[in-house]
């Protein structure tokens, strides 16, 4: 049960684009179409951002979006706004009733 | 309102034990998986354990196994993680969530704080 890998930082300015990787193995990210993606502010509980790699949950903005090739899972901010400042982490189903979270990512808005 | 809200957290010795809970309101908590996930200070998400609606089916990430239990109960719309022989390293924010979509969590409480310390 390694946590799945990511970059530790990623920034950007206003408007620009912004997209985070998240490595896994064949027996997480690679087996399942069921990584998520959370964005957590400081002091605050996470919030769901992706689902099954590529859905919305409403109310979040279409400027998110997932994708998945092999082992690697990402998540692309388009249109950075100041409120995108926060910690990223991705998340897959590992099999057998285990889940396992990514390192995490810092996301600045220059 | 649709919510969890967690309890029960505490400073704890090594090798003690503690109870937290989670109460839910504003959905139907007994056909609902529920998960425990921690996050030491400073550090990144950790799931740790989850159960089915009817609390038969359970997961348990291999750094507790053993040692905690997740349990639920239906008539009261809670959910509990009993903690034995804890350790310095189980010191974290412990939230309870919903996994509301499959695979993936849509409500998070708040967080309860577990310390464990001599």
């Known amino acids: 049960q390694s946590a799945l890998t990511q970059p530790p930082s990623a920034s950007g300015s206003p408007g620009q684009s912004v997209t985070i990787s998240c490595t896994g193995t064949?027996?997480?990210?690679?087996?399942?179409?069921?990584v998520s993606w959370y964005q957590q502010h400081p002091g605050k509980a996470p919030k769901l951002m992706i689902y099954e790699v590529t859905k919305r949950p409403s109310g979040v903005p279409d400027r998110f979006s997932g994708s998945k090739s092999g082992n690697t899972a990402s998540l692309t901010v388009s249109g950075l706004q100041a409120e995108d400042d926060a910690d990223y982490y991705c998340s897959s189903y590992a099999g057998s009733s285990i889940y396992v979270f990514g390192t995490g990512t810092k996301v600045t808005v220059l | 309102e649709v919510q969890l809200v967690e309890s029960g957290g505490g400073l704890v010795q090594p090798g003690g034990s503690l109870r937290i809970s989670c109460a839910a309101s504003?959905?139907?908590?007994?056909?609902?998986?529920m998960h425990w996930v921690r996050q030491a200070p400073g550090q990144g998400l950790v799931w740790v354990t989850q159960?089915?609606?009817?609390?038969?089916?359970?997961g348990y990430a291999d750094s507790v196994k053993g040692r905690f239990t997740i349990s639920r109960d239906n008539a009261k719309n809670t959910l509990y993680l009993q903690m034995n022989s804890l350790r310095a390293e189980d010191t974290a924010l412990y939230y309870c969530?919903?996994?509301?979509?499959?695979?993936?969590?849509?409500?998070w409480g708040q967080g309860t704080l577990v310390t464990v310390s001599s």
């Open positions: 969530a919903r996994g509301g979509y499959k695979f993936a969590w849509d409500l």
């Open positions: 064949s027996s997480d990210v690679g087996a399942f179409d069921s």
């Open positions: 159960m089915d609606g009817g609390g038969s089916g359970t």
């Open positions: 504003g959905f139907t908590f007994s056909t609902s998986w």
